[in-house]
T-cell receptor, first 109, second 114 residues
Framework: GQNIDQPTEMTATEGAIVQINCTYQ??????LFWYQQHAGEAPTFLSYNVLDGLEEKGRFSSFLSRSKGYSYLLLKELQMKDSASYLCAVLDSNYQLIWGAGTKLIIKP | DVKVTQSSRYLVKRTGEKVFLECVQD?????MFWYRQDPGLGLRLIYFSYDVKMKEKGDIPEGYSVSREKKERFSLILESASTNQTSMYLC?????????????FGDGTRLSIL
């Protein structure tokens, strides 16, 4: 079966750095997405990786290793507004998105 | 800016009722999707559509149907609502090259079936 694993919950301190991991086992791979979802709101797109390596966008970076079936989202200079759930999703061989359950990130002052 | 609008944020219905959830996008997107989101589970695809009058089953279509009569509107129908369909329902859309285009989501409808 297809599976996406990410930690259920993480806690970090304002101003610090946090890394949210995502491992996947899917039938084929056509890219990996990260979304942010604040409580009670819609998921919003953060990043897309299809090649190995690191993609940087301001305070957020996303890394992909296709051979290891692994990705992470790196958040720097954490702010209170970064408290949210972070969803990892993989586009499989049929171009269907397979979603992880999400990681709830709690930022403490 | 991209806009996906779902008709209701909160909805309470009774078991056995026929329930309609509406979704409208203003981006002229070809592809539209309906998901449900439950605690501890990833988003699960119910149905999707690549064009007007076209629909495809997702992973959990049982108990649901959809309608896409116009490009901008994608409706989800619960034929006879049951308590296990209490959930958050999310609509999304994406443009032509769906392989790499991110999905844009509506704010969701929190549906309770009593």
């Amino acid at each position: 079966g297809q599976n996406i694993d990410q930690p259920t919950e993480m806690t970090a301190t304002e101003g610090a750095i946090v890394q949210i991991n995502c491992t996947y086992q899917t039938s084929g791979f056509n890219g990996l997405f990260w979304y942010q979802q604040h409580a009670g709101e819609a998921p919003t797109f953060l990043s897309y990786n299809v090649l190995d390596g690191l993609e940087e966008k301001g305070r957020f970076s996303s890394f992909l290793s296709r051979s290891k079936g692994y990705s992470y989202l790196l958040l720097k200079e954490l702010q209170m507004k970064d408290s949210a759930s972070y969803l990892c999703a993989v586009l499989d061989s049929n171009y269907q998105l397979i979603w992880g359950a999400g990681t709830k990130l709690i930022i403490k002052p | 800016d991209v806009k996906v609008t779902q008709s209701s944020r909160y909805l309470v219905k009774r078991t056995g009722e026929k329930v309609f959830l509406e979704c409208v996008q203003d981006m002229d997107h070809e592809n539209m999707f309906w998901y449900r989101q439950d605690p501890g589970l990833g988003l699960r695809l119910i149905y999707f559509s690549y064009d007007v009058k076209m629909k495809e089953k997702g992973d959990i279509p049982e108990g649901y149907s959809v309608s896409r009569e116009k490009k901008e509107r994608f409706s989800l129908i619960l034929e006879s609502a049951s308590t296990n369909q209490t959930s958050m329902y999310l609509c999304a859309s994406t443009g032509g090259d769906r392989e790499s285009q991110p999905q844009h989501f509506g704010d969701g409808t929190r549906l309770s079936i009593l």
